[in-house]
DNA sequence: ATGAAAGCGCTAACAA
DNA sequence: TTGTTAGCGCTTTCAT
């Protein structure tokens, strides 16, 4: 079982092996087009015999470029970030870039030292789900050197890639309003989170743009966006509508969970949903779709949210010297229609 | 806007600023011990004030070693994977190592090429959850020159870190077996991985020990592990009940999505779970404990198998020339008692 | 305790 | 078309 590892063969061993010198075999690597076809196969086929395997480290020293970037996710457990992940790993395979994954754990320091890293290996850039938007951070990160494109939040100085928010909380209320009437009821998360702000304003512009008042939306806030805090939220309804109050014809909520929440705790109690209350999520989790009464829910297009953003930082590298003006694309959420609010 | 990016400094403008040589500098990065208390400051002082940022490109190149790990998964998306993934990035922070995330998709050939990327990158070794545990391809990653650690796969010639399936398998049965009685299901996937099999081997085992039959075990072997391949099954219950012979008293699955699916297929049609039938997953996954009807499931620990993996190539890492005997740790799994079966 | 200098493996002028 | 050669930024003997 003594097993020495062989010394690893170099550039050099393989252009003696081949009779020609190191430059002809980095070239028959890196620009093929330019080396005779004869001398080509024979290179290649030494390389392939002594088992080549080209050091990137050193090319990297040598040309001050990488082929790695940096992925930075507040929680990569999160199905939204490892769906965006999964499309930064696809986009990234596409472009022969390699990933480092950087769990922030929702901790800014970390989040900073991370960064420290990338920067430390030299990465091209660094995708960045940001912990907080403040611009002063953004900034310190951006002085670190390596290119940097957010997801999920808009950058004013900078590229990104995000989800326009309002447009999903628009097309949720429309699809409440055009079925169910006016009277349902919008169950969100706290109002620090700016996605949070986003969806209701879009709810609220539906409103009006029905010749509503969005100040009679009725709101329920709570703070953990959780199954539990949807339960929570439900019994409140069925409290008030004991008390007299009818029960609203829909509920709007800005996340899968809080839904479910909902429809769990007003199922439990025999009202039923969709015939009496209508409920609509957000985000289009795969627990949506494999509910006990499938969610109608604004689906997020996760995956093509990380796999634009590994391109955007592509453009922006390579536009490093070429002029680049940063930019930022938005992608528009749409209606996924299941059970719970047909 | 025009921001040209400031020239780099490097170790030579440290030093020259701090009036020492490279090597000085290079020291109170790395063994700040052997250097006076006097000059190792005014070098960090100097390292503060331009912004100085050390390029381990080159240092590893110099020394041929290198702060960077592969992980490859087959799906990121996937709850099991993502929390290993989850335990990696937390235990590498601590090593201060940088985590190269590979998705493979379930594809073989792109598995290959990834591990192709980690060698060329020269990374310190690789985590793999490999999609096939044929023992030619595993000699050949190996043979690329990373160090290998395999997780939730058994390594005959090599580290690894799994969980026993087989462990996992027995104490579900011996649950249902000791609160229910003997006549429970198996809803099980494919036979040919290798997870399932041990499941069922666990469950028979327990069927031994308490002196009954193995082979009366009565098995569903389902292709697709999903929520509808247990709704299927559970149909497939409800219409030999009708047929005469009597419902199981416990249904044994070796996962939780088809638990959730023969919870769902029962209860839809008026079997309650779990008064008549008590019903056990396996995983544990957040839907386990979100379920409508909270699931009795048997927990893996996936934070401490990737946790434990990087440790483990770590150690193989340093044990390189020191003799490093390779080694397989196991985790046990254990029972979560919910409501699905109490 | 510090400095001088030789590379690590590769790429890219430039020369032939 | 191919070869020669000078580094990329760092670490590490070996002197001093």
Redesign the pocket.
């Known amino acids: 079982m003594e097993r020495n590892p062989p010394p690893?063969v170099?550039?050099?061993a393989v252009?003696r092996e081949a009779?020609?010198?190191?430059?002809?075999?980095?070239?028959t690597?890196?620009?093929p087009e330019?080396?005779?076809a004869?001398?080509?196969a024979r290179v290649l086929s030494v390389i392939e015999r002594l088992d080549?395997?080209?050091?990137t480290?050193?090319?990297s020293?040598?040309?001050?470029t990488n082929r790695l970037i940096g992925l930075v996710v507040p929680d990569i457990t999160n199905p939204f970030y490892s769906e965006i992940a999964k499309g930064v790993a696809a986009a990234a395979d596409e472009q022969r870039l390699g990933v480092i994954l950087c769990n922030s754990q929702d901790d800014p320091v970390r989040e900073l030292s991370q960064l420290e890293m990338l920067a430390e290996q030299r990465a091209a850039g660094a995708l960045v789900v940001p912990i907080t938007a403040d611009a002063k951070r953004l900034a310190r990160l951006r002085s670190l050197g390596t290119h940097l494109v957010l997801i999920d939040r808009e950058a004013d100085d900078g590229c990104s890639t995000s989800i326009d928010d309002v447009a999903g909380g628009r097309l949720a209320a429309q699809h409440l309003l055009s079925t169910r009437g006016d009277d349902f009821v919008l169950v969100n998360g706290s109002h620090a989170i700016p996605q949070c702000i986003d969806r209701r304003s879009g709810a609220r512009a539906a409103l009006s743009a029905a010749g509503l008042e969005p100040d009679d939306l009725v709101e329920y806030e709570v703070t953990e966006m959780t199954t539990e805090a949807g339960v929570g939220v439900a019994r409140l309804l069925l409290t008030a509508a004991e008390a007299g109050a009818p029960l609203p014809s829909g509920v709007l909520c800005t996340n899968d969970q809080l839904a479910i929440g909902i429809i769990r705790g007003l199922t439990q109690h025999g009202v039923s949903v969709p015939e009496q209350v209508a409920v609509v999520g957000y985000g289009d989790l795969a627990i949506a779709a494999d509910a006990p009464i499938p969610l109608t829910t604004v689906e997020q297009p996760k995956y093509a949210l990380g796999h634009a953003a590994v391109e955007m930082l592509v453009a922006e590298i390579r536009g490093e010297q070429s002029g680049h003006r940063h930019s930022t694309s938005v992608f528009r959420p749409s209606l996924v229609v299941r059970d719970s609010a047909p």
Do not use: D, E, Q
């Not at 080549?52 to 050091?55: L, R």
């Open positions: 690893r170099g550039l050099a252009a009779g020609v010198s190191t430059a002809t075999v980095s070239n690597l890196n620009r330019i080396v005779a004869a001398t080509r080549f395997v080209p050091n480290t050193a090319a020293l040598r040309t001050g």
